[in-house]
């Protein structure tokens, strides 16, 4: 079975597709860290943004793993390096690139091809799963989203103002819902799960009883 969680950055998708994962006894997949370990690899390599091809190429030579707790590139353990804010603002580049997406959308469907999944990103129910078995919308305000995102840059040591923050997270939705591939979309048959002023507790409390009526994992 497929648990497709999409939503707008700062929602909170990883944090409550990796619990949900864990409750329901499913496995986690973060398909947004494949995009941030490749955005890594090419500030790595120095290769241009607008190297369509070499970015392409890049995909198929890197070995990229993604496990519960941890993500590897070439086997090297680069799951804090990719949360940096200098990935953060150029992941755009890779994510748009259609070779690159296509590579890693098949990817995904390989890892997830044996066993029950827990997914989350932005086009999971509409492009990589369309078929999945539970798909949830998980949204919030721009600006709980905001607070969200300027206290994980704090706890990382990173200072930023939250005028800041908010403007970039803006520029990030606007980005997001007009990619040529893989624009943040609502799929028609998912739930929208809105999260402002809730904390990931309740969260989960409200979502885990949903989604596993939608699976009938009750029954």
Same mark, same amino acid.
């Given at each position: 079975?497929? +648990?497709?969680?999409d939503?707008?950055?700062?929602?909170?998708?990883?944090?409550?597709?990796?619990?949900?994962?864990?409750?329901?006894? $499913?496995?986690?997949l973060?398909?947004?860290?494949?995009?941030?370990?490749?955005?890594?690899a090419?500030?790595?390599?120095?290769i241009?943004?607008?190297d369509?091809?070499?970015l392409?190429?890049?995909?198929?030579?890197?070995?990229?793993?993604v496990?519960?707790?941890?993500v *590897?590139?070439?086997?090297?353990?680069?799951?804090?390096p990719?949360?940096?804010?200098? @990935?953060?603002? +150029?992941?755009?580049?890779?994510a748009?690139?259609?070779?690159?997406?296509?590579?890693?959308?098949?990817?995904?469907?390989?890892?997830?091809?044996?066993?029950?999944? +827990?997914t989350e990103?932005?086009?999971?129910?509409?492009?990589?799963?369309?078929?999945?078995?539970?798909?949830?919308? *998980?949204?919030a305000?721009?600006?709980?989203?905001?607070?969200?995102?300027?206290?994980? *840059?704090?706890?990382?040591?990173e200072s *930023?103002? $939250?005028? =800041?923050?908010?403007?970039?997270?803006n =520029?990030?939705?606007?980005?997001?819902?007009?990619?040529?591939?893989?624009?943040?979309?609502?799929? =028609?048959d998912? @739930?929208?799960?809105?999260t402002?002023?809730?904390?990931?507790?309740?969260v989960?409390?409200?979502?885990?009883p949903?989604?596993?009526?939608m699976?009938c994992?009750?029954?």
């Amino acid at each position: 079975m497929i +648990v497709t969680i999409d939503g707008p950055a700062g929602a909170g998708k990883s944090t409550v597709a990796r619990t949900l994962a864990q409750r329901l006894g $499913f496995r986690f997949l973060d398909t947004g860290a494949m995009y941030r370990t490749v955005a890594l690899a090419a500030i790595r390599r120095d290769i241009p943004w607008n190297d369509s091809q070499a970015l392409a190429d890049l995909v198929r030579d890197c070995n990229i793993e993604v496990t519960e707790e941890h993500v *590897l590139l070439n086997g090297e353990d680069v799951t804090r390096p990719i949360r940096a804010m200098s @990935v953060t603002t +150029v992941i755009h580049h890779v994510a748009d690139n259609p070779a690159v997406r296509e590579q890693l959308v098949d990817l995904q469907r390989q890892v997830t091809s044996q066993g029950n999944y +827990v997914t989350e990103g932005r086009d999971q129910g509409t492009v990589v799963f369309p078929d999945a078995d539970c798909k949830i919308f *998980l949204t919030a305000s721009a600006e709980e989203r905001a607070r969200r995102r300027l206290g994980e *840059l704090e706890k990382r040591g990173e200072s *930023l103002d $939250f005028t =800041e923050v908010l403007a970039k997270q803006n =520029e990030r939705d606007r980005r997001d819902r007009s990619r040529p591939v893989g624009a943040l979309l609502k799929a =028609e048959d998912s @739930v929208e799960f809105n999260t402002d002023g809730m904390e990931m507790p309740e969260v989960i409390g409200k979502l885990e009883p949903l989604v596993r009526q939608m699976l009938c994992l009750d029954e």
